[in-house]
């Protein structure tokens, strides 16, 4: 990337410049869009799939936003990775033709469409490494990583997640609705029988595949992963909030799920489907937010700094509950 920091006279504190795109100059530009060029031609029938499958499957919609997601990673280590001089490694020129020579070998002999496009992740990274080195690929791997949540996972494997949650949010929405006067409600696989007032409902209420939370769960989890990489916490903080996007997704799926049987049973069936159950799928990333926020915010008061009048000189908290200048 040829984008030196230079260096100042006046001491260490003078703060080093601000860094921009715009240092790396016409040749770099030209070659890096000659390397994208390259890469879109070789890859060409497994982007053309994939672009497909985020057009057509609404669960894998997301897909489209998660690229604009790992330029904006690329854009917030900027000042580091412009200040790093390439130090290209042919160990990643290997890999790319081992990534080159796995497609043909795939298309003949496994026939896994997964693997196609789990195939670009492992293509991009020894490309990085072959024109950029391994303190570059310790920059970016992250960015590069995230486009995992882009590739839907195989068919077999998705089902096999959805249907534990499917009932998880059948079993939980039952017991609920069996709190309310007048409703009675008995779990049936991933439907929900409901007698109302002593009428049975007609059709069951259907929990069906796309009311599992795996959308809400695969975008949030994405997001809890940006969030987690963008915000400057410990470790352990990081860890929490990327864990908690998981119960978080469930428990507002099992809300949607709540909400959309309460207005099937008490208002009109019409609204518990098509565009406004799908609208109340959306207002659950707002609810998801906000208790992602929550904790975000309760982690962030677990301490405080205190203040005295002195502050040239640390102060020490000792062991037996004193307090000391050092």
């Given amino acids: 990337m040829n984008a030196r920091s230079p260096r100042f006279e006046g001491g ?43 057009i057509l499957d609404p669960t894998w919609s997301h897909g489209f936003l998660i690229p604009l997601f790992s330029l904006y990673f690329l854009q917030q280590k900027k000042d580091q990775l412009l200040s790093q001089e390439p130090k290209p490694s042919y160990v990643g020129l290997v890999g790319l033709l081992l990534c080159i020579a ?7 002999q496994f026939q896994i469409a997964y693997f196609e496009f789990l195939l670009l992740i492992p293509a991009i990274i020894s490309i990085v490494l072959f024109l950029g080195g391994w303190s570059i690929l310790r ?19 998705y089902k096999a997640l ?16 069996n709190w309310i006067p007048g409703i009675d409600s008995t779990p049936s696989g991933a439907t929900i029988d409901v007698l109302y007032h002593g009428r049975p409902l007609v059709p069951a209420l259907d929990v069906a595949e796309a009311c599992s ?7 949030f989890v994405a997001l809890g992963v940006a969030m987690a990489y963008l915000h400057q916490r410990p470790i352990w903080q990081r860890s929490v909030l990327l864990l908690s996007t998981i119960p978080i997704a469930l ?31 959306l207002l659950m990333l707002p609810l998801a937010f906000g208790l992602y926020g929550a904790i975000a915010w309760f982690m962030s008061n677990l301490y405080t700094e205190e203040e005295d009048g002195d502050q040239s000189a640390p102060k020490v908290i000792r062991r037996d509950g004193g307090e000391g200048r050092p």
Wanted: proline share 7%.
């Fill in 213 to 219: 939370g795996m959308r809400l769960l695969m975008a």
């Fill in 12 to 54: 260490a504190s003078n703060p080093p410049p601000t860094l921009g795109w715009g240092s790396l100059g016409v040749h770099v530009w030209v070659k890096l869009l000659l390397v994208v060029m390259l890469f879109c031609a070789l890859f060409y029938d497994i982007l053309f799939k994939l672009v497909r499958y985020w």
């Fill in 162 to 177: 959805t249907m534990p949650m499917r009932l998880f949010a059948t079993d939980i929405s039952t017991i609920v609705l």
């Fill in 251 to 281: 428990l507002c799926n099992v809300l949607r799920v709540i909400i959309t049987a309460l207005i099937y049973i008490l208002w009109d069936p019409r609204f518990a489907q098509g565009i406004y159950h799908d609208l109340l799928g």
């Fill in 139 to 157: 920059t970016v791997w992250l960015p590069i990583a995230f486009l995992f949540f882009a590739i839907p996972l195989p068919d077999r494997f």
């Fill in 102 to 108: 796995f497609y043909p070998i795939n298309f003949v």
